[in-house]
């Protein structure tokens, strides 16, 4: 069995949008890469801090997907509303 070396397994796993592990080992993870880099980068930074500063951090994360949420299941009440 021939095994491409790493560094074409890595482009190809970035090609295919999947996670190398689930390349080379069939294991399905629902985790979505971030392909917004400085995200990333962000996170990455945020690793680094105490877990109390994280914790906040996270809440704050928390309490924007919530507000997005809201926001959009008010949207259609808010468009009938204004069509009536």
């Known amino acids: ?4 070396p790493i560094e074409r397994l890595i482009q ?7 996670t190398l ?4 080992m069939g294991n399905e993870d629902n985790i979505q890469p971030l392909h917004n ?9 945020l690793e680094q801090f105490g877990q109390e500063d994280q ?3 996270i809440k704050m ?7 997005r949420r809201v926001e959009g299941a008010v949207q ?9």
């Open 1 to 4: 069995m021939h095994i491409p």
């Open 12 to 18: 190809l796993s970035t090609a295919l949008g999947v």
């Open 21 to 24: 592990d689930y390349l080379v």
């Open 37 to 45: 880099r400085r995200l990333m980068e962000r996170l990455k930074e």
């Open 55 to 57: 914790e906040t951090i």
């Open 61 to 67: 994360i928390d309490a924007m997907i919530v507000k």
């Open 76 to 84: 259609p009440i808010d468009r009938q509303a204004n069509s009536g």
